[in-house]
């Protein structure tokens, strides 16, 4: 069975450019979650899937941070416009509905804004 | 407020020597810890977890609700147990909350 997936692996662009991420759960996962970490912190909550709801986008840092879970399949991340403080590795994490509290996590997506 | 604290960042010991990563924990409630891992080129992938009370690959960590600790422990250190390792509570709602992590570095 594949894993999580994400792309890209690694995003480099200009400040002020757009980004999106892409993140394929596992499949038949409902939940399905952002996490960031940013350089020298921990890794921080960003939002929360049921499918293709958002149950929970509490850890969203502003408004340039939009995610979509168009069908309840697939995820995106997307930033616009990046700022330098947007760098950081982004990972994606899935997990059944019911039965077990372990997050499936993704390689991650290294973004860097310059 | 609900926080994860792991104090060292990076741990140095022979292998063979025995291993503890300590982690403390705040959390109003009945907490759910997890350990996660990280191994080089590898994503991040459940160790363990505290309602399990299983040993996976030696690693053994035991919830003290009196000391809010989850420290993960093993007997003897092997190589290939270099990584970076996160302890991790899960809120009620399914957020997970993240220690700083520790890089564990395992000396031939």
């Known amino acids: 069975e594949a894993g999580v997936t994400q792309f890209p692996s690694h995003s480099v662009i200009e400040k002020g450019q757009t980004v999106t991420l892409r993140c394929d759960p596992i499949?038949?996962?409902?939940?399905l979650y952002w996490y960031r970490r940013v350089m020298g912190k921990e890794i921080k909550f960003l939002l929360h899937f049921v499918k293709e709801s958002k149950q929970d986008e509490s850890g969203m840092p502003n408004n340039r941070f939009l995610a979509e879970r168009t069908g309840g399949t697939y995820s995106t991340l997307k930033v616009q416009p990046a700022e330098l403080e947007d760098s950081g590795v982004y990972f994606c994490?899935?997990?059944?509905?019911?039965?077990?509290?372990?997050?499936?996590f993704g390689p991650g997506t290294r973004l860097t804004v310059l | 407020a609900q926080r994860v604290t792991q104090p060292e960042k990076l741990l140095s010991v022979f292998k063979g020597a025995p291993v503890e990563l300590k982690c403390n924990y705040s959390y109003s409630g009945s907490p759910e810890l997890f350990w996660y891992v990280q191994y080089s080129r590898q994503r991040l992938q459940l160790l363990l977890r505290?309602?399990?009370?299983?040993s996976i690959k030696g690693f053994t960590a035991d919830l003290n609700k009196g000391e809010t600790s989850f420290h993960l422990k093993k007997p003897f250190a092997q190589e290939e147990d270099s990584a970076m390792y996160y302890c991790?509570?899960?809120?009620?709602?399914?957020?997970?909350?993240w220690g700083a992590g520790t890089k564990l570095i395992i000396k031939p």
């Open positions: 991790a509570l899960i809120r009620s709602n399914y957020q997970l909350i």
């Open positions: 505290h309602i399990s009370r299983e």
């Open positions: 994490a899935s997990s059944p509905r019911t039965g077990t509290n372990e997050q499936f």
């Open positions: 499949s038949g996962h409902d939940n």
